[in-house]
């Protein structure tokens, strides 16, 4: 997500965020545009919509404050997938007796009604307990001055759940930087349970036509690479 600010400084225009999913019929969110909204929230929630935003797995609502997945119902929302009964058991459930659709989005909200956007929860990471977004540990990466671009994913482990391994491209004619650098640079900047355990130099990142970061076959790529390697011990 392009920061809102960063958009305000290069074109001298006031610029607000928004939040909306094709199923549940446009705009879950918008800023308003008569106040000074938080820095990266993407808006209050829209008169139209209610919201949930639950733990992913027990579907319990979480505290104020903290990260979960945004439910989302509308009286007007799409409510099934035509010929599609496994997707559309996944991503519309009974709640409360009313119909909601799982965004697969992780959101925070604060006191005022203020939501943030995270990460997909195809992007978190399952590390030691906790639940890590891949998208935080990017951005500090990219913020070393060597890093022209980075994709984190999550790799099977049976003792923590998953490790956290940084796949990183660094800037033309940059040389010397170590995965020991990078990690170093994480350590000081995110809390314990965050840091990369390995780190992959690439030429390239794996992205689609139009420059999304193909976070999917990185991690299918990676899961080959494990189930590889543990053919070869057999």
């Known amino acids: ?66 990260p979960g997945e945004l439910l989302v119902s509308s009286d007007y929302m799409v409510t099934a997938y035509i010929n599609k009964p496994e997707e559309t058991a996944e991503s519309f459930i009974e709640l409360e007796g009313q119909k909601w659709y799982r965004t697969a989005d992780i959101m925070s909200m604060d006191e005022e009604g203020n939501l943030y956007f995270i990460d997909r929860t195809v992007d978190t990471i399952k590390h030691k307990g906790y639940r ?61 349970y965050k840091i990369p355990q390995y780190i992959e130099f690439r030429d390239m990142l794996l992205k689609s036509k139009v420059g999304k970061l193909l976070r999917r076959e990185i991690r299918s790529e990676e899961k080959r690479r494990v189930e590889t390697t543990k053919l070869s011990y057999i």
């Open 132 to 192: 890590v977004s891949s998208s935080e540990i990017e951005a500090v990466l990219q913020e070393h001055p060597a890093i022209m671009g980075s994709c984190v994913v999550g790799v099977e482990d049976p003792k923590v759940g998953e490790r956290i391994k940084a796949f990183v491209v660094l800037k033309e004619d940059i040389k010397g930087i170590t995965g020991y650098d990078l990690i170093r640079w994480c350590r000081e900047r995110l809390v314990s």
């Open 1 to 66: 997500m392009i920061s809102s600010a960063l958009l305000e400084y290069k074109f001298n225009k006031p610029m607000y965020q928004g939040y909306g999913e094709t199923e549940t019929r446009g705009g879950v969110s918008m800023c308003p545009a008569d106040i000074e909204n938080p820095p990266k929230s993407v808006g209050k929630i829209v008169a139209s919509k209610r919201i949930k935003i639950v733990d992913p797995v027990t579907l319990k609502s979480v505290k104020m404050g903290e």
